[in-house]
């Protein structure tokens, strides 16, 4: 159980489009998400806690324009990268945290993202 | 602020041997959850153990215990009878019991093993 997926699992774009990835709980429901961002050899930096039918609340740092954030349903979290530019590139990790027991994070398998 | 500060960059450890990764943590709070992700070269991140403070039993998962000591503020994952497979990245992170559920991570420590 606590199965989390991610789409796509790689993209490549080019600068100035944007990208959308998925995050998906299969088996459980979701009220709490979470995104993060993870620069090679390095560890998870927080940039975003998403809430079912609510605003996301983003780290310091974060632009929260830059990187749109959308928690339509209780399986489903989104995040845009908007205009995005070769610093952009990264590694995108989401995770989910089982409503009614939300101690435990389950995460994704991740999405790589190339901007050229 | 609560920190999490793993010292060991990196770690070996012999096939079939045993290994203990290190995690100090600084926190007010006297309610909270401590974990361990593993991070093998597929990124993706796997559960190994949890912790909840007001437990003083330490946790077990199979080959893998933890030594909680509340008051030293330490959190350290031993792994025994090590496998291949369990070459990774290892997380450590904290988690207050209220307000906002975000986790807040070590720097990781790098296991290597050695057949």
């Known amino acids: 159980g606590a199965v989390v997926s991610q789409h796509p699992s790689r993209v490549i774009c080019k600068s100035g489009t944007s990208v959308k990835i998925e995050c998906r709980s299969l088996d459980f429901q979701a009220t709490t998400m979470f995104w993060y961002r993870q620069f090679p050899k390095q560890s998870l930096m927080l940039m975003a806690t998403?809430?079912?039918?609510?605003?996301?609340?983003?780290e310091q740092g974060v632009e929260k324009d830059k990187f749109l954030i959308n928690h339509a349903s209780l399986t489903l979290s989104t995040l845009t990268v908007t205009s995005a530019h070769p610093e952009d590139s990264s590694f995108y990790i989401c995770?989910?945290?089982?409503?009614?027991?939300?101690?435990?994070?389950?995460f994704g398998p991740g999405t790589r993202l190339l901007v050229l | 602020a609560q920190t999490v500060t793993q010292s060991q960059p990196e770690m070996s450890v012999q096939e079939a041997e045993t290994v203990t990764l290190s995690c100090t943590y600084d926190?007010?709070?006297?309610?909270?959850?401590l974990f361990w992700y593993k991070q093998p070269p597929s990124r993706q991140m796997i559960l190994v153990i949890r912790q909840e403070a007001y437990k003083q039993q330490n946790a077990t998962e199979n080959r893998f215990s933890v030594n909680f000591q509340k008051a030293a503020k330490s959190f350290s994952l031993k792994i025994s009878d090590s496998q291949l497979g369990d070459a990774a990245m290892y997380f450590c992170?904290?988690?207050?019991?209220?307000?906002?559920?975000?986790?807040?991570f070590g720097t990781g420590t790098r296991l290597k093993v050695l057949a």
């Open positions: 926190t007010s709070e006297s309610d909270y959850y």
């Open positions: 998403s809430n079912e039918g609510s605003k996301a609340t983003y």
């Open positions: 995770s989910a945290s089982v409503s009614g027991a939300q101690e435990t994070q389950y």
């Open positions: 992170a904290y988690r207050s019991a209220k307000g906002t559920y975000k986790y807040i």
